[in-house]
Each structure stands twice: as structure tokens, then as C-alpha cells.
């Protein structure tokens, strides 16, 4: 089956700085790659997605990478506040016949420092 | 409504006991699922209904059973759980296609004694 790994687990950055968080995964045929955002005691929020027919997606201060020959995306965040901390999860879809089979990898936790 | 609704939000229950968690979405979703997530770590998936049938099951042990009673709701039987079950259990739901977005519930804090 499919496997993500992400890196790092924990990220600390100054207010301001940007943020980089990398995933690989393993399934060549996984072709869709969310991002989810959880805050401490909430559910999982998307906050971009990405799919293999894209290289790059931007959505303001966040943007997302994919190579897909690779098999490594990433997670950009730009101009950190801290609103921003939180758990990040990288995911990938791999082929099934019945509904999205969502894999997350291990999480990271960001802390943006005033 | 882009809401999925769990309840109850928190349930502790005794390893004889036996208990059910709900799940609604009026989403229009044909997809959802179960998802079991411990302290820092990653949710893990447990169960997917497709089209109200079960499509996928994560060799769950059998003290969970699932339910999908009609396209809006998802329902987890609980019995005979041991203290290490303890954990936040996750609904979620999407369109049922391929790639597209899975809309999470806030979650039930479960503990067993």
C-alpha cells in the first residue's frame, strides 16, 4: 500500500520567516495530494490541494509542489504568523475502487514565534 | 452546510459496556469514513462506505462495527473495547470521487476504563 513519510516533525520559525515541509510517497500511482491543517483539540482542515496534472499551486501565502517523477511534494508557507502554528499533515490518495483512501503521513508540528 | 456533525463529542465508557458514535453530513457525500487518531499522531483509516457499502475495512478488530443507514449518516458500534481503543475517532466525508476534498467532523474524544 501506500506510504508517506514527512519531514520535519517539529519546525520553529521567527513571525515572519517562511515555513517548508516535505513528503515523499511511495505509490506511483497516487495522483492527488492534500494538506491538512489541525489545531490542538480540532479537526484536520484542508488548506490546499494538489493534483499530479499540476506542478505548483499557490493559494496566498500558502503554496504546494509536486514532482511527480520524484515523488516528493511540499508545503510553503510565506510570511508565518502565529495563527499559522499548528499540525500539518501531507496526504496521498493511492488507487482504490471505493472512495478516497487518504494516507497522512507522521505530521508536522510548526511553531511560529512571536 | 459544509458540516459534518459528530456525537457525542466526548464518551467514556467501561470495557463491558457497549456504546455507538454518530455521524450526519447533508453534504450530498456518497463517501464516508471512520478514522482513529491517538495523541500526535496521524489519523488512521478504519472504515470507508462507498454508495452506503462498505468498501474498505482497515482489518479492524470486531469490537467496531460500522453502520451506514442511509447516505447522510455512519454510525460505530462499540463493544467490549480495551483502554489502548482510547482515542479521538474521526468522521469524515466526501464527494466519493477520486480526488477530491475529505470534509472532517470535530471528532469524538473517546476514553475506556
Given amino acids: 500500500g501506500e506510504n508517506v513519510e514527512q519531514h520535519p516533525s517539529t519546525l520553529s520559525v521567527q513571525e515572519g520567516d517562511s515555513a517548508v515541509i516535505k513528503c515523499t ?7 492527488y495530494f492534500p494538506w491538512y491543517k489541525q489545531e490542538l483539540g480540532k479537526r484536520p482542515q484542508l488548506i490546499i490541494d494538489i493534483r499530479s496534472n499540476v506542478g505548483e499551486k499557490k493559494d496566498q501565502r500558502i503554496a504546494v509542489t509536486l514532482n511527480k517523477t520524484a515523488k516528493h511534494f511540499s508545503l510553503h508557507i510565506t510570511e508565518t504568523q502565529p495563527e499559522d502554528s499548528a499540525v500539518y499533515f501531507c496526504a496521498a490518495i493511492p488507487f ?3 472512495g478516497n483512501k487518504l494516507t497522512f503521513g507522521t505530521g508536522t508540528q510548526l511553531k511560529v514565534e512571536l | 452546510d459544509t458540516e459534518v456533525t459528530q456525537t457525542p463529542k466526548h464518551l467514556v465508557m467501561g470495557m463491558t459496556n457497549k456504546k455507538s458514535l454518530k455521524c450526519e453530513q447533508h453534504m450530498g457525500h456518497r463517501a464516508m469514513y471512520w478514522y482513529k487518531q491517538k495523541a500526535k499522531k496521524p489519523p488512521e483509516l478504519m472504515f470507508v462506505y462507498s454508495y452506503e457499502k462498505l468498501s474498505i475495512n482497515e482489518s479492524v478488530p470486531s469490537r467496531f ?3 451506514c443507514p442511509n447516505s447522510s449518516l455512519l454510525n460505530l458500534h462499540l463493544h467490549a473495547l480495551q483502554p489502548e481503543d482510547s482515542a479521538l475517532y474521526l468522521c469524515a466525508s466526501s464527494q466519493g470521487r477520486r480526488e477530491t476534498e475529505a470534509f472532517f467532523g470535530q471528532g469524538t474524544r473517546l476514553t475506556v476504563v
Avoid: I, Q
Wanted: charged share 15%.
Fill in chain 1, 96 to 98: 482504490t475502487g471505493g
Fill in chain 1, 25 to 31: 510517497y511511495s505509490d506511483s500511482a497516487s495522483n
Fill in chain 2, 65 to 67: 462495527s460500522p453502520e
